[in-house]
Every structure is written in C-alpha cells, then in structure tokens.
C-alpha cells in the first residue's frame, strides 16, 4: 500500500539542507572576523560620594583641599580608566579635566592647577572604602555648586554625575 512513497520531498530535503550550510557558514564568519569582539565593553557600577571637605578655602598659594569623593560600594575602578570632569554647576562650564598620571598616582587637570590627591592610590585602583580629595592650588575654586561627572574610558560612559556645595 505505501510501496514507492517517499516520505519526505526531494525540496524539502534541498532547503533543510541550504539552511544548514548558511547558519554554518554564519558561525564560522562570526570567529573568524570576529564579530563578537566588538560589542561595548559594560561600564563598572559605583557608588560614589561628594562631600565638601572641612578645610576652608583660603586666597593663599597653598593647596587647598576642596571636597572629597568617597567610593562607598560597587566595583573598584582602574584608575587610568577613569577621568574626572568638574563644572561650573550654574551655567555648566567646564573647570577642568582630571587624567590619571600612572607615576606620581595622582589625577592631572590639564586646564587648571587642579588636581586629585591620590596618596589611596597607591595600587592605581579605587576601591571601595577609599576617599579621594580635589585639590586646588591658588583661587581657582570658589565657594559655590560644582558637578562632578566620571567618565569611564573603555565603556565611552558618564558612569556617575553629581553636584558638590564648596564652601
């Protein structure tokens, strides 16, 4: 009764065997030119604290310390993959860019005489627990509302942002 009946089609045996060979073909391409290496690098999660410090700024010479950033939970942060922006808070202006210098292990700024103390740092990581202090040197900080933001190298992130009242 079912003598010389084929149970699957000449075609359908073609296009099983056609969609085989391209997601194959699709694997193997995705190694080879790597296609998987590009995607983004994930940011770290931090908590981080701006505090202003208890010293009070003086029109000296000498460094003054500004306000502290406490790291107070999440992963630690390779410092050199790290840079700090600081802004005018009330029209947004940036102060200046803080990069992390591998042999003195302290934050430059590149605009100013500013920059973070990073006596912490002497493993270049900050983990949690650390405190970091913004100096400045001179007037260049006055009292007032200043934003902090993180940038995160790597990730190409802002991974935090926050305001400080210097006083």
Do not use: C
């Not at 056609?18 to 391409?29: D, G, K, N, Q, Y």
């Not at 933001?149 to 926050?162: A, N």
Request: net charge negative.
């Amino acid at each position: 009764m079912f003598r010389g009946k084929k149970g699957v089609s000449p075609v359908i045996g073609v296009i099983l065997m056609v969609a085989i060979t391209v997601i194959l073909a699709a694997v193997i391409a995705s190694f080879v030119f790597g296609i998987g290496s590009k995607l983004a690098t994930a940011p770290p999660q931090v908590q981080l604290v701006l505090k202003d410090n208890a010293t009070k700024l003086t029109n000296g010479s000498t460094y003054d310390a500004v306000f502290d950033i406490e790291h107070s939970g999440g992963d630690d942060l390779i410092a050199g993959d790290i840079s700090f922006y600081i802004y005018y808070a009330a029209n947004d202006t940036l102060l200046d860019k803080l990069t992390y210098n591998n042999t003195a292990n302290t934050f430059n700024g590149t605009y100013t005489n500013l920059l973070i103390n990073g006596s912490e740092l002497n493993d270049d990581v900050f983990s949690p627990g650390e405190i970091i202090t913004l100096w400045e040197n001179s007037t260049n900080i006055d009292p007032g509302v200043y934003t902090v933001k993180v940038f995160h190298e790597p990730s190409s992130t802002f991974i935090f942002s926050g305001d400080v009242r210097v006083k």
